[in-house]
């Protein structure tokens, strides 16, 4: 009992102790940018360092030429963006290495978030986290969701779907629904083009026609399902399975009712 | 007025007033010679019947909400620059045909609904095909004298197929569009001719201007006046065949007992034509399928994750996606393989071999007999084995058609999908095959352990040493000829032994054909358990009526007893 009460004091005295010699976390509020960039390189060399290295440089794991790979991708230069995209969606950090982060629930509180993505870009210019002006769809008319649209055909569609609805890619990978997400995650994907997705940079798509395409999703999303329950945008495979569980299930359920009743030949 | 008296219908008002009317269509049409004929025409009652109606029914669905589509439809290629109510794609250049179809789905009174019952009555109408194919199939009903109808069936099958791709193409939608590239690709494989034949569909190279006008023109006329004929056919072979039935009291091969078409089967198919429209009509209203204006208007230069073609023509998509590349270089030419032999060589076995397995099954059987009474999958355990084989196979195709939707919907790697189908396309149906086989030999013994032993009654004995036996009674003469009905004696194979030469050493000049289909007998044959002897009935009766040691016997009218222990009759 005594070596118990002994155990729990000193534990008790070195918590204290820590509490006073650790640094504090800095806030957005109060911090300046300086400490801002210092508290995210705190976070950063606890929470990522791990996988992209202790200066963000990355690592490589070893092989030769052909089979060195990638542990954690350097972060130098992906800038702002891709920070915001990665860690306010869940993807990072990732759970366990798989084919594809996931997206998933989001572990780091927003000025967390914040701070890292100051961090990671006072290392080099990148991509900067897009303006609410950029991010303003409510405000795009009719010809710029139409205009969208034919973008979202042309560059979104083969891996999203039409729908959004999202897609398979090869080796476990797919590219995600966009259902639900937010208009700022889709334009910082586009910008800084994560895992599988390729980088649509504003010479390729404008910060305008990105802010179409987010409004052609948006409209065709939030638009009701005409024309009854919808197979989730999944097209023919969903209605294959309808026709024959329900079209075929259903009228042979008829054809046996039907069957089981003979006629009723006496008179009542 | 009494039970038993009724008023003949001339004498009845009503048929006193239709007497003028009905007999002046008689002076000049004939109909009461041939309706007292047809009127009264037998069919037999069975739910499994009824399952090609669900396909007729269907297709007078498809004719029905077709006529109204096309009042509004514009199958031309000519480009328009949309301004219907449709917001998301205003201003933007498609094909009048796409453009008329967004108005039919956005600006039309009923027009969203009529093409949503229009596409789920295509779906069932394969679908009922397939499934009414599938009964024939397990039957027996295609043997002699049916083999011809048996053909015209797969007949239309194949065309019920074009004819609903063609529909599919018709809005030009971003998905409509693939498929057609999906078929522009097929066509072009085909080794030699591929090219031309492409340039003569499409008129020059894809898509060109003049292909959705030809496919209008084969979708609304061409293949739907030969559905007709070959459906009139069907029905009139139908009638002249007599419907098959299950062997049962008072069925032989010689008769057909049932009810006449009117008034029974005119209310029962009348009846079912309305619940088939019920339910295309509820699923047209409750349920979206095909989405044109999601899709956006089709662009060579575009496609869109999760293209897949209506589920029917998915085992060829399926096949195609299973290919693995190969190709050969003969004359200084590449000839590519990989989607001439899944996507044309796959739909051509499976048809060829549909319409060819009459004629094969009754090469080895050497059955010449008429059948009007239909066989239990059961006792042709190779054929219905086959038939498992084959479904297992179609499943695979299918399912490997929709692979990407099947790896991002479960989570799983949609190569490792397709390596194990791969695998599968040849592994799961010899499993399928072997299971079914043995499965349908055990319930032939079955049939043979309650023909010989009775049935259980639910009559527990205890003997006087305290064991304990359920009691059997003898079978009903009528559920022992339906069981033994259809059943038709084993040929003794080893009795037809063939000989290389014979006894003079005169060489036999059709040994090998003789021998191949003594081996494929054997193979057809093997397992299959003979219905028990009339010496086997007998003895079995003996054992059975010799109620010696059991104590009280069962009447003539004991009829099992409740789960309760009561009898049922007593």
Known sequence: ?268 | MSQNTFTRVEDSPTGKKLAGPVGWLDDRLGLAAAGKKNLRKVFPEHWSFMLGEIALWSFVVLLLTGVFLTLWFDPSMAEVEYTGSYAPLYGIDMSAAYASTLDISFDIRGGLLMRQIHHWAALLFVAAMIVHMLRVFFTGAYRKPREINWMIGVGLLALGMVEGFAGYSLPDDLLSGTGLRFVDGLIRSIPLVGSYLEFFIFGGEFPGEIIIPRLYMAHILLIPAILLGLIGAHMLLLVYHKHTQWPGAGRTNENVVGYPMLPVYMAKAGGFFFIVFGFLALMGALIQINPVWAYGPYNPSEVTAGSQPDWYMGLSEGLVRLMPPLETTWFNRTWTWSVFLPGVGGLGVLFTSLALWPFIERWITGDTREHHLLERPRNAPVRTALGAAGITAYVVGLIAGGNDIIALKFGLDIFAITWVLRFGLFIFPVIAFIVTKRICISLQRKDNETLTHGWETGVIDRSPDGGYAERHAPLPDTAAYALTGSRERLPELEAETVHKSDAYGVRNPDYRKQSFRQKMRKFYYDGSVDKPTSHDMDHASEHLAGGGEHPVVLGDDFQGVSETGVPRVH
């Open chain 1, 1 to 268: 009992m005594a070596l118990l009460a002994l155990l729990a004091l000193a534990l008790l005295l070195t918590g204290a102790a820590y509490a006073t010699v650790a640094p504090e976390t800095a806030t957005a509020e109060s911090a300046s940018s300086v400490s801002e960039v210092e508290a995210g390189r705190q976070l950063f060399v606890v929470g990522c360092a791990s996988c992209h290295g202790l200066n963000a440089q990355g690592i490589t794991t070893a092989g030769d030429e052909d089979e060195a790979g990638n542990y954690g991708p350097s972060l130098i230069g992906v800038g702002a963006a891709a920070v915001g995209f990665q860690m306010e969606t869940g993807r990072m950090p990732m759970a366990q290495t798989a084919p594809q982060a996931p997206r998933k629930h989001v572990e780091y509180t927003q000025d967390e978030i914040n701070q890292i993505a100051a961090y990671v870009a006072s290392l080099a210019p990148g991509p900067a986290r897009p303006s609410d002006e950029e991010l303003n769809w409510q405000s795009v008319d009719k010809e710029g969701i139409s205009e969208g649209g034919e973008f979202f055909r042309t560059n979104c569609t083969a891996c999203h779907n039409s729908v959004g609805a999202g897609g398979a890619l090869p080796s476990g990978r797919y590219a995600p629904t966009l259902k639900g997400v937010d208009a700022i995650h889709i334009y910082e994907a586009m910008l800084t083009g994560p895992q599988q997705m390729p980088v649509f940079s504003d010479e390729v798509l404008t910060p305008e026609d990105k802010r179409n395409i987010i409004a052609y999703v948006k409209t065709v999303q939030q638009q009701g399902n005409d024309g009854g329950l919808g197979g989730g945008g999944l097209g023919p495979v969903a209605d294959g399975l309808f026709i024959w569980l329900i079209g075929i299930g259903g009228l042979v359920g008829f054809s046996v009712w039907i069957g089981m009743h003979g006629t009723r030949s006496k008179k009542r």
